[in-house]
């Protein structure tokens, strides 16, 4: 298979990547930098994905597009969010189109549901909250539009954790513990949130290239845990007992995605337990 990457040096992307290119498949990536090393079975392209004529460096036909570059962070840029998110979106939509494309994967966030004190499932509606993700949304709509031209599917990622993140939440957390400072929490320990692992994420993005796919999928852990509960992992990890400030502001909401359809979809054994992709996540050293 010939798939096309966006975002490919990035947290994800670095393993998606490399696992695909293992299974034969070959991989162009897309990326801003420059003097990168060859990788078997890998064709590196320097290209701005915020610049209208990226697309017109990409080869002439493939079969699948996976599209995990994206603007985030804080403070949130509308007009940045807007190019990167969605419009980068809307022209590989379009470059799908002419390339012959068969599947479109999308990296998405639960962060458009707006949250919930119940599991969200996909035939929920999207009430984004904030302008990251309601780029998000605004991105899946264009998917729904394309749906006749081309198989689509969004991945919703919940709290996706591992080696090589940085300045997330789960990387903070392990930062604050092993330096000493204050895990601040709301309410006990909102949100809640069910965690996935790096590994298991790049694992789902490559399935969704090779099996039937439904257009919305949420790819979370099978652990739902409170911050405090997180925290508490990080510091058995560690050997340091982390140190709690409860606040009395109002939590936020909690971010739990429902999996049923990820089970039924792929038929998934057990993901990667939070105790281990912790454990695997500080060995590396990130976070500190």
Same mark, same amino acid.
């Given at each position: 298979m010939k798939v096309v990457v966006t975002g490919a040096t990035g947290f994800i992307g670095s393993r998606l990547r490399q696992l695909? *290119?293992?299974?034969?498949? %070959? +991989?162009? %990536?897309i990326v801003r %930098?420059? =003097?990168l090393s060859p990788e078997p079975g890998l064709s590196w392209v320097i290209s701005d994905i915020t610049d209208p004529a990226f697309v017109d460096v990409l080869p002439d036909t493939a079969d699948a597009v996976v599209h995990l570059a994206q603007a985030g962070g804080s403070p949130l840029d509308e007009a940045v969010l807007s190019a990167v998110n969605v419009e980068s979106t809307r022209r590989l939509l379009d470059y799908s189109r002419r390339a012959g494309v068969r599947r479109f994967v999308? *990296?998405?966030?639960?962060? +458009?549901?707006?949250?919930? &004190? #119940?599991?969200? =499932?996909?035939?929920? &509606?999207?009430? &984004?909250? #904030? =302008?990251?993700a309601r780029s998000k949304a605004d991105a899946e709509a264009l998917l729904d539009q394309a749906r006749s031209d081309v198989s689509v599917c969004a991945l919703r990622l919940f709290a996706p954790y591992g080696t090589g993140q940085?300045?997330?939440l789960i990387a903070d957390l392990i930062g604050r513990v092993s330096a000493g400072r204050p895990v601040t929490l709301y309410d006990g320990g909102h949100p809640k949130l069910n965690p996935i692992y790096v590994a298991d994420v790049a694992a789902i993005f490559v399935r969704a290239l090779e099996s039937p796919v439904p257009p919305v999928l949420n790819v979370a852990g099978d652990e739902v845990l409170s911050i405090r509960d997180m925290a508490e992992t990080v510091g058995r990890a560690l050997g340091i007992p982390p140190v709690f400030e409860e606040t009395p502001d109002e939590p936020p909401p909690d971010l739990v995605g429902d999996t049923t359809l990820l089970r039924q979809t792929f038929g998934l054994g057990n993901l990667t337990p939070f105790d281990d992709g912790i454990a695997a996540t500080i060995a590396s050293g990130s976070g500190r």
């Open positions: 695909l *290119a293992a299974q034969g498949h %070959a +991989v162009t %990536a %930098a420059t =003097a999308l *990296a998405s966030s639960g962060s +458009v549901y707006g949250g919930s &004190p #119940d599991p969200l =499932a996909e035939t929920q &509606p999207r009430r &984004p909250p #904030d =302008a990251y940085n300045g997330r």
